[in-house]
T-cell receptor
Framework: SQQGEEDPQALSIQEGENATMNCSYK?????LQWYRQNSGRGLVHLIL?????REKHSGRLRVTLDTSKKSSSLLITASRAADTASYFC????????????????FGQGTILTVHP | EAGVAQSPRYKIIEKRQSVAFWCNPI?????LYWYQQILGQGPKLLIQ????????DSQLPKDRFSAERLKGVDSTLKIQPAKLEDSAVYLC???????????FGPGTRLLVL
């Protein structure tokens, strides 16, 4: 089954610095999603990037997707203490006909700690 | 709009007991998911419903876990009997379309003693 693997497992930075997390997956996908999880707001969808997109922005978030390398990265610019959370990439599964039916496989996550 | 609702938020039971979790998805969302998240890991899909039909339950331990979604809205997930390794957070999520973003509830934290 397809699985995203995040790297690094943990990242500790100072407020104001940028944070980069990477995700690698095994087989071809038509989209990849990033989620954030913290104790206050639970698991929250951040961004979905499709296979025909190379880069996507949302506020201070920038996601890239390199389908040739089967990898994606999530960049958080000018980080804040409130960005402290676990970040997961999630890849879809496909049925025998090659259609995505919604099942997502999550990686182990990157634990980001932003120190004030 | 109201988010995904789950109850209870916490549950402590002894092994071999039964437990049930309830989920109310976002109104209008046809797709509903139950995930299990063990500490330190990412969520793992247990079962996916499209309206009231099961799309995927390949990772549901069917000898002890069951789930239903009557009338295509609310859903319940049951564990009977519980084992120590079932200690985890059980997350419910819903989406408007299976290929779009999933919206998660706050989860139920289960501790089996």
């Amino acid at each position: 089954s397809q699985q995203g693997e995040e790297d690094p497992q943990a990242l500790s930075i100072q407020e104001g610095e940028n944070a980069t997390m990477n995700c690698s997956y095994k087989t071809s996908i038509n989209n990849l999603q990033w989620y954030r999880q913290n104790s206050g707001r639970g698991l929250v969808h951040l961004i979905l990037i499709r296979s025909n997109e190379r880069e996507k922005h949302s506020g201070r978030l920038r996601v890239t997707l390199d389908t040739s390398k089967k990898s994606s990265s999530l960049l958080i610019t000018a980080s804040r203490a409130a960005d402290t959370a676990s970040y997961f990439c999630a890849t879809p599964s496909y049925n025998a006909g090659g259609t995505s039916y919604g099942k997502l496989t999550f990686g182990q996550g990157t634990i980001l700690t932003v120190h004030p | 709009e109201a988010g995904v609702a789950q109850s209870p938020r916490y549950k402590i039971i002894e092994k071999r007991q039964s437990v049930a979790f309830w989920c109310n998805p976002i109104s209008g969302h046809a797709t509903l998911y139950w995930y299990q998240q063990i500490l330190g890991q990412g969520p793992k899909l247990l079962i996916q419903f499209q309206n009231n039909g099961v799309v995927d339950d390949s990772q549901l331990p069917k000898d002890r876990f069951s789930a239903e979604r009557l009338k295509g809205v609310d859903s319940t997930l049951k564990i009977q009997p519980a084992k120590l390794e079932d200690s985890a957070v059980y997350l419910c999520a819903s989406s408007l379309d299976p290929v779009l973003a999933q919206y998660f509830g706050p989860g139920t934290r289960l501790l089996v003693l």
